[in-house]
């Protein structure tokens, strides 16, 4: 999602970003219905997005506070304007809102609280901006990046195990929960910049074999997740924590695997330059669609994996017309300098 990002676009990082923004619209129409494809979602989409937004964080290259401002404008002015927009369409598409509800909406917005938002994917914007103020502050503190992940690893672990609830303003504690995948991202990016099929291809019998064999074991470990739900449970905290930080790693390596093999895919990655703006109008997007299916008359009920997998991608196949028309007219709505990136 939205980011400071003056680096140069990555195909496979768009590609990325796609899996993970078609992840969280399922997970967040209907879980239940959704299944185990939600699940598994679960998992990694989050901290995927967090693990990419700290490869662009840029963090040496600007004062504290050019940093701040930078990232006010890249995620908090979408946040506040499409708030707004949200709460109009709202309140009109369902002819008004009682003023209990309206201010218990409001209120969430301003303390952009986990679980508790009008639209659900937004509460990652001012999240993200928490962490990253937070790590460019301990980047002036911590110069050696290996250090600091392990800084950041340790934070993440206590607030998983100790900090699940109350849900704090801004999402503060899932903040420090995922703060380890910011670092990790911001540690690889110079490893991780040049990943492609080509780079594949360079390499000697050796690497190329064992990419394939962690490729095939990361396969296994996501079917069995998938398939059977396992997780193995510690008695101890810290163990628990590292199992599924794990876990977590191994998928999100597997899709950036995947993703390196499918930056070809110029729609995955015109929805991967696009997700803050599929984040933002998630509501008003199945809206949209749900109306028109009433319109024409259309029976349609996802309530299948597969039927909420084709609803979603019709919804954003929907939004993506409103992205472009805003991308066109108002790009600084998407944290964004200009209508193309």
Same mark, same amino acid.
């Given at each position: 999602m939205g980011n400071i990002q003056n680096k140069k676009r990555i195909a496979w990082v768009d590609v990325a970003k796609a899996i993970a923004i078609i992840f969280v619209l399922i997970i967040h129409y209907d879980r239940r219905a959704a299944g185990?494809?939600?699940? @598994?979602? @679960?998992?990694?989409?989050?901290?995927?997005?967090?693990?990419?937004?700290?490869?662009?964080?840029n963090c040496e290259k600007y004062s504290l506070k050019e940093y701040i401002k930078r990232q006010a404008k890249a995620l908090m002015l979408p946040y506040a304007v499409f708030s707004v927009i949200n709460i109009v369409f709202h309140y009109l598409f369902n002819r008004g809102l009682p003023p209990e509800v309206f201010k218990e909406i409001v209120i969430n917005i301003i303390l952009a609280r986990r679980n508790y938002m009008l639209v659900a994917a937004m509460w990652f914007l001012p999240c993200l901006f928490l962490v990253s103020t937070l790590y460019k502050l301990l980047t002036?503190? /911590?110069k050696n990046k290996k250090i600091l992940f392990l800084l950041c690893f340790a934070a993440s672990a206590y607030a998983k195990?100790?900090?699940?609830?109350?849900? @704090?303003?801004?999402?503060?504690?899932?903040?420090?929960?995922? @703060?380890?995948?910011?670092?990790?991202g911001s540690m690889i990016y110079p490893f991780a910049k040049d990943l492609s099929i080509e780079k594949f291809r360079e390499q000697n019998i050796k690497v190329k074999s064992? /990419? /394939?064999?962690?490729?095939?074991?990361?396969?296994?470990?996501?079917?069995?997740?998938? *398939? *059977?739900?396992?997780?193995?449970?510690?008695?101890?905290d810290f163990l628990f924590y590292s199992s599924l930080f794990i876990n977590t790693v191994m998928i999100i390596s597997f899709v950036v695997i995947i993703s390196v093999l499918l930056a070809w895919c110029v729609p995955l990655v015109k929805i991967g330059q696009n997700t803050l703006g599929f984040c933002c109008l998630e509501n008003i997007n199945r809206a949209v669609v749900n109306t028109a299916m009433a319109v024409t008359g259309i029976g349609f009920i996802p309530d299948t994996p597969l *039927?909420?997998?084709?609803?979603?991608? /019709?919804?954003?196949?929907?939004?993506?017309?409103?992205?472009?028309?805003?991308?066109?007219?108002c790009p600084l709505l998407f944290g964004k300098n200009g209508a193309k990136k």
């Open positions: 185990r494809i939600a699940a @598994l979602g @679960l998992m990694f989409c989050v901290q995927l997005f967090f693990f990419l937004s700290g490869m662009f964080a002036m503190a /911590i195990v100790f900090m699940q609830e109350p849900i @704090l303003p801004f999402t503060a504690n899932q903040a420090i929960r995922f @703060l380890v995948y910011f670092a990790a064992a /990419i /394939i064999v962690y490729t095939v074991v990361a396969a296994v470990l996501i079917y069995i997740l998938y *398939k *059977k739900e396992y997780i193995i449970y510690f008695e101890n *039927k909420v997998v084709v609803f979603n991608f /019709i919804a954003m196949a929907a939004g993506y017309v409103i992205i472009m028309v805003i991308n066109r007219f």
